[in-house]
């Protein structure tokens, strides 16, 4: 592979921001073509995905506005990709879900592949898709766990595809270990376009405009993205602001999440010293979630319009101690951590910096992504997994209120549509709609959580992961907190029996599970 040679020259304002767009629009235009071709409802439906296209040294150049919890783990992926593969080919592709070697978990499983301008690497295309099941202890893979190995099948980066030709032996590997084969194969296909499509858009800008130019842009973007990050960190006052907050284990234990947000000149730093240890459970998460979650924080508190490449990244520093909740080490379980404790991060960061800009922070969202899986047979007894996250009450700004009923934060997915969800499973959505009075009080108030209750058709295995049970969203500013959510089981005697947030059963049919979102937190004393 040949290096392409780089002149630096200055940038000129016009171009770069159509280059800006020309990067964001392949990787959007990936995340259309992985709907479009997806086989699960989770994919087709909820868009439970992230695309992005790299530069040969691993920087991200542009990721699609898809899901928050990606930003920092999309580059661990590409870097673990790079490390593994000596030599890469047109036509490579790269599998991983090893939260370990690039991962977050399991489910989320990540294809890399190279971009070539002749016979030089010049970029990468990854993709990002939470598949429905991967195996494990229960239907849909978000189990009660305690160490890794329960909760799917492990990929470590390797190759799926070598010079184009498909390597059977480990897709066969990869469908024997999961509950819905087809749907796996349906899927990572669907990946695989999206992949073909992002080379295309790429390889049409080289004969457009020049290998040089696009390459030089992709640079030029990521240090314009950087000297916006570093001058809007540096009109925050400085100072160290601490905050911390506590997750909910089902025997009542509440492990603590700390953070020191330390603003110094043009950079910040989180420091998570004084976090608990790893849990004998699944809300342990590993380093790269943590940092999505902090990058995220800073990126929502930059009002400029950035383009988010490597360059957002570059003045925003994580440091947490190996063995803590927060960076976690195999094989601690991790299920959970990428869906419900890079949410509670997310939560503490906000809290400290609200202390430095309270003028910018909102009050706690609802804080969970309400995880619910459902698995068993059809009538045909074909397998099934269902997988689904619910949105809740976003928490009140300084200036308005929170939205209702949207999902918060650290996923950005759709719900699954009623039709599309009786259309493929055994069960039926019984009521879903806001739920009344859950938002905080204040100046402004929270936004409304939802109810959905399922009702079983047919035996199945529930397994819900879900926060905010406990400890209700916090308020801000004299704000009064959102409420927290409730999870029921109603027989078929129409009995209501209350539930944990966390639980995995197996149910008759005719059970309902009644499940009731946090409301977000409120700001501001209310002036009547």
């Known amino acids: 592979m040949k290096p392409i040679p780089m002149h630096r020259t200055e940038p000129d304002r016009v171009l770069l921001e159509v280059y800006r767009h020309r990067f964001a629009g392949i990787a959007e235009e990936m995340g259309l073509t992985l ?313 503490v960061a906000f809290l400290a910096l609200a202390q430095a800009l309270p003028q910018k922070v909102a009050a706690a969202g609802q804080g969970t992504m309400n995880n619910v899986t459902i698995g068993g047979e059809g009538e045909a007894g074909q397998r099934y997994a269902y997988y689904e996250t619910l949105g809740g009450g976003m928490g009140a700004a300084p200036a308005c209120d929170g939205l209702s009923g949207v999902h918060v934060h650290m996923s950005n997915t759709l719900n699954t549509p009623v039709e599309a969800l009786e259309m493929q499973f055994p069960f039926r959505i019984r009521e879903y709609g806001l739920r009344r009075r859950s938002g905080g009080d204040g100046r402004y108030r929270g936004g409304e959580g939802i109810i959905r209750e399922y009702e079983l058709l047919r035996p199945a295995t529930v397994t819900m992961l879900s926060e905010r049970r406990v400890r209700a969203p916090w308020g801000l500013a004299g704000g009064g907190p959102g409420a927290v959510g409730r999870n029921q089981l109603i027989d078929r005697d129409g009995q209501a029996h209350p539930v944990p947030g966390k639980f995995s059963r197996r149910l008759e049919a005719g059970t309902r599970l009644r499940i009731s979102t946090p409301g977000g937190g409120g700001w501001g004393v209310c002036e009547d």
């Open 35 to 347: 709907q479009r071709t997806g086989y699960s409802p989770n994919i087709k439906e909820r868009l439970d995905y992230s695309c992005a296209v790299f530069d040969a040294a691993g920087a991200m150049v542009a990721q699609a506005a898809h899901i928050p919890v990606h930003l920092g783990a999309m580059p661990a992926s590409c870097a673990a990709a790079l490390r593994a593969v000596e030599r890469w080919k047109p036509g490579d592709v790269v599998a991983l879900n090893d939260p370990y070697q690039g991962g977050n978990h399991l489910p989320d499983i990540t294809l890399v592949s190279p971009v070539f301008a002749g016979d030089a690497l010049v970029f990468f295309v990854a993709t990002r898709a939470h598949h429905a099941d991967v195996g494990g202890m229960s239907p849909g893979s978000l189990p009660l766990s305690t160490s890794l190995f329960q909760e799917g099948i492990i990929i470590p980066p390797v190759k799926l595809y070598s010079g184009g030709t498909l390597c059977n032996d480990l897709l066969t590997l990869i469908l024997r270990n999961v509950r819905t084969p087809e749907e796996r194969r349906g899927d990572l296909a669907a990946q695989r376009a999206a992949h073909a499509v992002g080379e295309e858009r790429l390889a049409a800008l080289f004969v457009r405009f020049g290998v040089h130019e696009v390459l030089q842009y992709a640079a030029h973007l990521q240090a314009y993205s950087e000297r916006m990050t570093r001058a809007a960190i540096a009109s925050w006052p400085s100072g160290t602001y601490h905050a911390q907050d506590a997750l909910e284990l089902p025997d009542g234990r509440m492990p603590r999440i700390r953070v020191s947000a330390n603003v110094a000149e043009d950079a910040i730093t989180f420091d998570f010293d004084g976090t608990d240890p790893i849990v004998q459970g699944p809300l342990n998460t590993v380093l790269p979630v943590t940092q999505s979650a902090c990058y995220y924080v800073v990126r929502c508190l930059i009002e400029d319009d950035i383009p988010v490449n490597a360059g957002c990244f570059a003045p925003v520093h994580v440091r947490a101690p190996a063995g803590c909740l927060v960076h976690a080490t195999p094989p601690a379980a991790v299920a959970g951590g990428n869906v419900e404790t890079s949410q509670r991060i997310t939560d």
